[in-house]
């Protein structure tokens, strides 16, 4: 049972443009969510997180957005820059060990952005 | 460069054979995480130490696979009888604690002949 949910495998934008990576979960003990970035041949790297308690975090071009009700989180990147082409991760936490302890992750959305 | 290192970066064996995998965390890093990354599929959960301490093992990690971290620095993950379905990408991660995300290597890529 896939308990993080990326139902996009791929996104294409236009550089400057804004794009929109969505995720979904079922597990409500979840209460911690981080997004990791991708590229080839390397390991993923963090973005940003945000815990159950907000319900939106900004860092730089990076925010992420909560809806606990509707156990949805988007990661929205503004503008988009060809570099940040990559694997793009949701991940969920249950904070029982801590808020990064056993991360569950999606399958991924490739975003890729064009010049 | 003072990230998560692993070694090796690649690995071929045949089926049946042992191999073992290692990982140097960030100074510092009390937490050490084994994620297992197959095609098409995000990073799995294998097991997790705090220092020198296994706290934690997946179901997935079944009793050919052993990982240890001795003095609470490296860790190896050893995989025995190595079996075509354990071709994947073995990741490791490392955190300061709670409050701190996790830093991944770039991984070992394990291929099973």
């Known amino acids: 049972d896939q308990q993080v949910k990326q139902n996009s495998p791929s996104l294409s934008v236009q550089e400057g443009r804004i794009s929109i990576l969505n995720c979904d979960y079922t597990n409500s003990m979840f209460d911690y969510f981080l997004w990791y970035k991708k590229y080839p041949a390397e390991g993923p790297t963090f973005l940003i997180s945000i815990s159950s308690i907000k319900d939106k975090n900004e860092d730089g071009r990076f925010t992420v957005f909560l809806n606990k009700s509707a156990k949805h989180l988007s990661l929205h990147i503004v503008p988009s820059q060809p570099g940040d082409s990559a694997v793009y991760f949701c991940?969920?936490?249950?904070?029982?060990?801590?808020?990064?302890?056993?991360?569950?992750f999606g399958k991924g959305t490739l975003l890729t952005v064009n010049p | 460069d003072t990230g998560v290192s692993q070694d090796p970066r690649h690995k071929i064996t045949k089926r049946g054979q042992n191999v073992t995998f290692r990982c140097d965390p960030i100074?510092?890093?009390?937490?050490l995480y084994w994620y297992r990354q197959t095609l098409g599929q995000g990073p799995e959960f294998l097991t997790y130490f705090q220092n020198e301490a296994q706290l934690e093992k997946s179901r997935l990690l079944s009793d050919r696979f052993s990982a240890e971290r001795p003095k609470g620095s490296f860790s190896t993950l050893e995989i025995q009888r190595t079996e075509q379905g354990d071709s994947a990408m073995y990741l490791c991660?490392?955190?300061?604690?709670?409050?701190?995300?996790?830093?991944f290597g770039n991984g070992t890529r394990l291929t099973v002949t």
């Open positions: 100074s510092e890093h009390n937490r």
């Open positions: 991660a490392t955190t300061q604690g709670v409050g701190s995300p996790l830093h």
């Open positions: 991940a969920a936490s249950d904070g029982s060990g801590g808020s990064n302890y056993k991360l569950t």
